[in-house]
């Protein structure tokens, strides 16, 4: 199960791009905060948390 795991993330990984283009739409108050929340929650090393 591991390999298929690992095989079907290898695309993903290898195809892998980072885009530049942006407008100049402003970005919604609600989707900053969404996003800073998400942060709040993402792991850090060793647990070291600002």
């Excluded at 095989?7 to 892998?16: F, G």
Aim: with cysteine; charged share 20%.
């Amino acid at each position: 199960m591991e390999k298929e795991k690992m095989n079907s993330a290898m695309p993903c990984i290898l195809n892998r791009r980072s885009v530049r283009a942006y407008t100049s739409e402003e970005v919604s108050k609600d989707a900053i905060i969404q996003m800073l929340t998400a942060a709040n929650w993402a792991p850090s090393g060793n647990n070291m948390q600002p």
